[in-house]
C-alpha cells in the first residue's frame, strides 16, 4: 500500500506561485511514477506532471516552463513548484503514485486527498 498526503495549496494572484508538497509512504516498488494531476469543475482530471526515481520528468504542454516537479528522497517527498501561475491553473490538485512513467490518470492506483489551488486574475 501507498499512502500520500498533500499540502501547499492556496490563493494567489496570477503572476504569483505557490509550492505543493506530497508526503508518501508505504511500498516504495508501487510508487516509481510520482505525479501531479488536477481536477477543475467540470472537467476531467489532467495530468500535470511525473517524476521517476532516475528523474526523468515528464510534464503537461499547458505547464512546461511554469511548474518543476522534484523529490527530496530523504524525506521522500515530492514538489510541485507553480511559477507564473494563470486563473486556468485554478483546480484541484492531486498527488498520486503509479508503477509506470505516465500522465494517464488510469494508470495511477493511489491517490492523495487533493489540495485546492486558487488563481485569480
Known amino acids: 500500500q501507498v499512502q500520500l498526503v498533500e499540502s501547499g495549496g492556496g490563493s494567489v494572484q496570477a503572476g504569483g506561485s505557490l509550492r505543493l508538497s506530497c508526503a508518501a509512504s508505504?511500498?516504495?516498488?508501487?510508487?516509481?511514477?510520482m505525479a501531479w494531476f488536477r481536477q477543475a469543475p467540470g472537467k476531467e482530471r489532467e495530468g500535470v506532471a511525473c517524476?521517476?526515481?532516475?528523474?526523468?520528468?515528464t510534464y503537461a504542454d499547458s505547464v512546461k516552463g511554469r511548474f518543476t516537479i522534484s523529490q527530496d528522497n530523504a524525506k521522500n517527498i515530492w514538489y510541485l513548484q507553480m511559477n507564473s501561475l494563470k486563473p486556468e491553473d485554478t483546480a484541484m490538485y492531486y498527488c498520486?503514485?503509479?508503477?509506470?512513467?505516465?500522465?494517464?490518470?488510469?494508470?495511477?492506483?493511489?491517490w492523495g486527498q487533493g489540495t485546492q489551488v486558487t488563481v485569480s486574475s
Open positions: 498520486a503514485a503509479g508503477p509506470i512513467f505516465s500522465l494517464a490518470p488510469e494508470q495511477f492506483g493511489y
Open positions: 508505504g511500498d516504495p516498488f508501487r510508487r516509481y511514477c
Open positions: 517524476f521517476v526515481r532516475m528523474g526523468t520528468t
